[in-house]
């Protein structure tokens, strides 16, 4: 049964810096989960995908994070990161961890299979 726990979320100024983490079990290892992914929904807006990263380590960036945010995972450790910079006001919203066990492991196209329950980030 994977489980993921999201945690990192606060308020922040515009130009701060955050980092998302989310602790993975049920797998193995965190290396063996086939994509992960970070998620996020501001209120009244839809959920976006944001970044994703391939078991071998490819990523994703949805464009307006590109050269700001940065998604890594420490496999020892089974955590999961998202490392924000420049924040902005409209980052703001609750992001979600998510773990997919196939398809495309990209940012637009990703339907994962795991869900964490979201850490809110807000920037003002």
């Known amino acids: 049964h994977v489980q993921l726990v999201e945690s990192g979320g606060n308020v922040v100024q515009p130009g701060g810096s955050l980092r998302l983490s989310c602790s993975v079990s049920?797998?193995?290892?965190?290396?063996?989960?086939?994509?992960m992914g970070w998620f996020r929904q501001a209120p009244g807006e839809e959920r976006e995908g944001v970044a994703t990263?391939?078991?071998?380590?490819?990523?994703s960036y949805t464009d307006s994070v590109k050269g700001r945010f940065t998604i890594s995972k420490d496999n020892a450790k089974n955590l999961l990161y998202l490392e924000m910079n420049s924040l902005k006001s409209e980052d703001t919203a609750m992001y979600y961890c998510?773990?997919?066990?196939?398809?495309?492991?990209?940012?637009?196209?990703?339907?994962?299979?795991?869900w964490g329950q979201g850490t809110q980030v807000t920037v003002s």
């Open positions: 998510a773990a997919a066990n196939s398809g495309f492991c990209y940012y637009e196209r990703l339907q994962p299979h795991y």
């Open positions: 990263i391939l078991r071998l380590g490819r990523t």
């Open positions: 049920g797998y193995s290892n965190i290396s063996s989960a086939y994509c």
